[in-house]
């Protein structure tokens, strides 16, 4: 099994953190370290990071949690700040957020210690769609609707068509659904940015059709069979 998939299903990073583990030069096999393409033998071949050994974790944990705001989507924050785990219950395993919501954002998170449920939610080649409730602080117009819906450029690179849904509209502001299937740094906000306007509220609602139901602000609960079977198929 190629090493970056081995740390993955062993619960110790997702593919991508794998890679960058393994360019830190942190990964060894057998005592060596290894490059990107190594392969490991998983039934006789002993893998270390940072010096510990790494074991093939048989069975995976997956939670959802609606996240609140003011909250980093980081296992620890270097500030200091409070990170999604804190909301974890205390015998919750070791465990890791499937990519990132800011920290003004708010909504639907999986944590899960499985690396290829990660990889398959967040590498954009999969184009698993992600439905955010917005608010903005200046109406939008049919025009920004169009061009939303098209495509704008952020950081000098075009965002692939998407879904906008204008829910709402007032004087000073409008509700909207985004769902969009990549997942660009601050895709959202820097969209409506790119048109003149500012997000001023945020939330994940969606992850394909898994939704939020039943979960209160800071709540967070296992997901159950039906659900893991929902996501691991998609
Ligand atoms: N888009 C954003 O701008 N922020 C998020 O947290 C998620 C998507």
Do not use: W
């Not at 593919?15 to 060596?32: C, F, P, Q, S, T």
């Not at 500030?79 to 395993?93: E, H, Q, S």
């Not at 204008?166 to 299937?181: M, P, Q, R």
């Amino acid at each position: 099994m190629r090493i970056n998939k081995f740390l993955a299903y062993s619960g110790v990073a997702s593919r991508r953190a794998a890679d960058e583990l393994i360019n830190d030069g942190v990964v060894k096999i057998n005592g060596k370290v290894c490059s990107l393409g190594d392969d490991v033998d998983v039934s006789s071949d002993k893998v270390t990071v940072n010096g510990k050994p790494v074991n093939v974790v048989k069975k995976y944990d997956y939670y959802i949690m609606n996240k609140p705001k003011g909250y980093v989507c980081t296992v620890k924050d270097d500030k200091g700040r409070k990170t999604v785990m804190d909301l974890l219950p205390t015998n919750a395993k070791r465990l890791f957020p499937v990519g990132r919501l800011d920290y003004d954002t708010e909504g639907l998170l999986i944590l899960t210690n499985d690396g290829e449920l990660t990889y398959k939610l967040t590498h954009p080649k999969n184009e698993v769609p992600k439905t955010y409730l917005v608010k903005t602080e200046k109406p939008v117009s049919d025009e920004d609707l169009s061009k939303l819906r098209s495509g704008v450029y952020i950081d000098g690179v075009k965002t692939k068509k998407c879904n906008v849904r204008l829910v709402e509209s007032y004087k000073d502001g409008a509700k909207l659904h985004v769902t969009i299937s990549e997942g660009k740094n601050r895709q959202v906000r820097k969209m409506f940015e790119a048109v003149g306007n500012c997000v001023d509220f945020l939330k994940r609602i969606k992850i394909g059709d898994l939704t939020l139901t039943g979960l209160d602000r800071g709540e967070v609960r296992q997901l159950n069979a039906r659900e893991i079977d929902y996501l691991l198929n998609l």
